[in-house]
C-alpha cells in the first residue's frame, strides 16, 4: 500500500504553509505490520530532508539517532518500517514560520485522521511536539472522546497513561530538526518514550 494513494489535501486552504513542500509518504508499506505510529510536527521544507526521501535526509538521520538512543541499533528508516514503525507527519507541508495556526492544525488533522485510519493494528502513537499532540486532540475530539492529552507542558505529562483509538499515546517532543542534536535534556526523554513504546507493540 501506498499511503498517498489513499489520502490527500486537495484545496490547499491554510495560510501559514508552502504548498510546494507538500508531502504524504508514498513508500510501499504493509499496513497489517504497523504497531508503532511517530507523528511529527510539519513536512520539511526541502522534500529531500523527509524521513522517506533518498539518501541521506534530516528527518532519518536525527529519527535514526533518537532510536539508537533508545537501544535500537538500526541505520535506515527501512530498518524501521521493517520493524513496524511508521512515520507521518500532523501537517503535510512545509511550514512559512516558526509555528503553525490551529486551524492548519485543525485542517490537516483531517487527512491524518484519514491516514490513520489504514493502520488498524497500531498499538502506540508517539506524538512528537505540541502540533502533533494538538492534531491528535482534534481528532478525538471530532469522534466525541475529548482531549487525548490534557493541556500542560509536555515533561509533566511526561509518564502518564493516554490513551488514543484503543492504544497507548506518548506525549514527547520533536525528534527533527537542529534543536534535538542541542538540548540533550529532550534527546533523552524522547529516546525513553521510544524505548516505553516499542515495549508495547512487543
Avoid at 16 to 30: A, H, Q, T
Avoid at 78 to 101: H, I, P
Amino acid at each position: 500500500m501506498h499511503v498517498n494513494e489513499f489520502v490527500g489535501c486537495q484545496a490547499f486552504p491554510c495560510q501559514d504553509v508552502n504548498k510546494s513542500s507538500y508531502l504524504v509518504p508514498s513508500v510501499e508499506i504493509n499496513p497489517d505490520s504497523v504497531t508503532i505510529i511517530m507523528i511529527s510536527e510539519a513536512s520539511p521544507a526541502d522534500p529531500a530532508d523527509y524521513y522517506y526521501a533518498a539518501g541521506q535526509p534530516s528527518f532519518q538521520q536525527t529519527t535514526v539517532t533518537a532510536f539508537n538512543d533508545a537501544g535500537i541499533q538500526v541505520s535506515t528508516i527501512r530498518d524501521l518500517l521493517d520493524m513496524g514503525v511508521y512515520f507521518t507527519s500532523a501537517v503535510k507541508c512545509g511550514k512559512t514560520g516558526y509555528g503553525l495556526q490551529t486551524q492548519t492544525i485543525k485542517e490537516c488533522s483531517h487527512i491524518l485522521e484519514k491516514e490513520l485510519d489504514l493502520f488498524p493494528l497500531v498499538k502506540a502513537y508517539l506524538l512528537m511536539g505540541d502540533v502533533a499532540i494538538k492534531a491528535v486532540n482534534e481528532i478525538a475530539r471530532r469522534a466525541g472522546a475529548g482531549r487525548v492529552i490534557p493541556a500542560g507542558s509536555t515533561y509533566k505529562l511526561r509518564g502518564q497513561e493516554y490513551h488514543f483509538r484503543g492504544a497507548r499515546a506518548f506525549p514527547s517532543y520533536l525528534q527533527v530538526g537542529p534543536s534535538f542534536n542541542i538540548e540533550k535534556s529532550k534527546r533523552r526523554m524522547i529516546a525513553e518514550d521510544i524505548a516505553a513504546a516499542l515495549k508495547i507493540s512487543g
